[in-house]
């Protein structure tokens, strides 16, 4: 039997090699901008799921009708600085 030379390291820290904070997970900006609580919020006034809200913050694609749905929920949230600029028109 071995004995290892250092402790073993059993906390978080281990992973924050190529991966950041591992409290952001690398969240871009976008996501950024608002908290958690925020984008929950404009997911049930959306009536989607939170991680839709994210994709749309990140600039991904999404449908047509949840795009919708979510720049409405972002302008009726006060949020009217996190909808894309292709749709302020």
């Not at 039997?1 to 409290?23: A, I, L």
């Not at 984008?39 to 600039?59: E, F, H, I, P, Q």
Request: aromatic residues 6%; contains cysteine.
């Amino acid at each position: 039997m071995t004995v290892p030379t250092r402790p073993v390291d059993y906390s978080w820290n281990r992973f924050r090699g190529d991966f950041g904070n591992v409290g952001d997970m690398g969240d871009s900006t976008a996501t950024q901008q608002l908290t958690a609580h925020e984008m929950r919020t404009v997911a049930v006034k959306a009536l989607c799921d939170d991680r839709s809200v994210r994709k749309y913050l990140d600039g991904k694609p999404v449908r047509d009708l949840l795009r919708m749905r979510i720049e409405r929920a972002l302008r009726e949230c006060g949020f009217e600085a996190a909808v894309r600029a292709e749709a302020v028109s």
